[in-house]
C-alpha cells in the first residue's frame, strides 16, 4: 500500500478536511493508493502577502516534517502556491509534489499557450513566482480572476449558482480573447467546479489538488523523487526548534 500525505495549508475542522478530501474522488487512482489529509497547526488567514507566505512555508514545512517517519511514501502541497514543497524536500528523501508547477508543466503537454482562472486577484503573485521560476510567462495567456475573496474552508459550497457560471465566463475570455488553449484552476479550493466547466469548454480543463495526486502515484511507481543535488540537506537539524515555533503560534492563533 502507498501512503500520501496531503499537506493541507489551513487548520482545519474534520468537515472542512472532508471537503479538501473529495478532490481524490475526481481523479482514478490505484487501489494500493492510501491518502492521509492533515491540516497545518497554524497559518496566515490568506496568502496574499510577503509576511503570509513565510508563514504558510514554516506551518507547512513543520505539518509535513515527520511525514517519512510517519511511514508515508509521498507528500502533496494542498494549495498552488506550492508553499513548503522546496522546504520538506530539503528535509524528506520522499517525494514532495506541489499543484502549482505541476499543472503549468501539464498545461504545456496539451497545448501550447495555458489561462489560469482564478477566484480573486490578490492571489494573482502566486502565479507570477512560478511562472518566473519556470520561466513560462511567453506561455501564459492570461490570469483573469473573479475578485470574490475565497473561503478556504467551506470552498464554492453554497455558491455554486452564482459562482460556477462566472467561472464559465472567465474561462471562455481566456479561449476566445486570450488564445488559452488550456485552462489551468487557479486554486485547489475551486475543484467543485471542475466537471461542470470540463462539460462546457472544448479545451482541458487542469483541476490542480486530483493532478498532484496522480503525480505523486505516477513518481511513486516509477521509483523517482527529488534531486538532492537541487535540494540538499541542512548540515544543522532545526526540527525541534521548528516544532516549538509552529506550537506556540497554535496557541496564541485564534484566527483558525
Known sequence: MKRILVLVPFPMSQGNLDLRRDQTAAVQLGPDVEFEFRSTLAAPKNYVSGSDMALAEIGMLQAGLSAEA??????????????????????????VIGPGRASMLMAMMLGNRFSIVTMWDRWRHLYEKTLNELRLHHACASIRALDIAPDNRDLLAGKEDEVFPALEAAARACIDEDGAEVIVLGSTTMHQAHGFLSERLEVPVINPGPLSYKMAEAVLDLGLSHSRKAHPVSPVSRRDLIDQM???????????
Do not use: N
Open 70 to 95: 510517519d511511514g508515508f511514501d509521498a507528500v502533496c502541497i494542498d494549495t498552488m502556491s506550492d508553499s513548503g514543497v522546496a522546504a520538506l524536500r530539503s528535509e524528506l528523501t520522499i517525494p
Open 246 to 256: 509552529m506550537g506556540f503560534a497554535a496557541s496564541i492563533d485564534r484566527d483558525t
